[in-house]
């Protein structure tokens, strides 16, 4: 691991400023001084930065309720992102499990665990996602069965995968997918003739959004939360 990665990843700084205390000789390895930002050391070494021992974080899961106007995305020139929602001393560190578009609200997940990520995103895996849709008109029972079948989407060859479906109340629908398309939800709703209007994920796999968790505000994953993904 470069030591300017270690450095910013266990001291909560940015790489920049990680870089800059190594060149300044602030940053001892076993005991060492080295002021090459690229030098490659092990994870498990003894780092300290001005004489203070840094370690690197363990592994973050995180539920964060994303509310509509924010971006999924870890800086933006003009916009909010969740992680400027996230207060975690190492939440620069931390990447998004499936993002979601700016206006879609619900349950989003972040960590800094790579491999768990790339489980869960990895396109063979099929983890389920629901979402509750709000349309312009109420789906009709042909429609619906249409999305369970999977349709055609606009530029896409092949059809989607067949999808759970429920009808609700006040033109709203309940629908479970296991892909990851671009704008897969609105875009198959389009595909049988209508169109969503507001779009709030509730569940990833086994995990649901904790429905005590306002708008906005973020968790830890207990443990049995994150046996339920692969």
């Known amino acids: 691991m470069r030591l300017d990665q ?12 990680a870089q800059q205390a190594i060149r300044c000789g602030w940053v001892d390895v076993e005991g060492k001084t080295i002021t090459k930002t690229s030098t490659h050391i092990d994870p498990t070494a003894a780092v300290t930065l001005d004489d203070a021992l840094i370690t690197l974080p363990g592994d973050i899961y995180l539920m964060l309720h994303k509310p509509a106007g924010v971006v999924s995305a870890t800086e933006d020139p003009e916009h909010q992102t969740v992680l400027d929602l996230i207060d975690h001393p190492h939440r620069k560190t931390l990447r998004i499990v499936g993002r979601l578009d700016k206006d879609t609200t619900g349950l989003l997940l972040l960590t800094n665990d790579g491999d768990w990520l790339h489980r869960i995103t990895a396109p063979k895996s099929h983890v389920p996602k629901t979402y509750l849709a709000t349309l312009a008109w109420a789906l ?3 429609g619906a069965e249409q999305l369970r079948a999977g349709v055609q989407l606009h530029g896409e060859k092949g059809l989607t995968k067949p999808a759970e479906v429920e009808i609700l109340p006040d033109q709203q629908a309940r629908i479970t997918i296991s892909e990851g398309k671009y704008h897969q939800v609105k875009r198959m709703f389009a595909a049988v003739g209508n169109r969503v209007g507001a779009l709030h994920r509730e569940r990833i796999g086994g995990v649901v959004l904790d429905g005590e968790l306002p708008p906005g505000e973020w968790r830890e994953l207990a443990p049995v939360e994150r046996e339920t993904l692969p």
């Open 140 to 142: 009709t029972e042909e």
């Open 6 to 17: 270690f450095v910013s990843q266990a001291a909560a700084i940015t790489r920049v400023d």
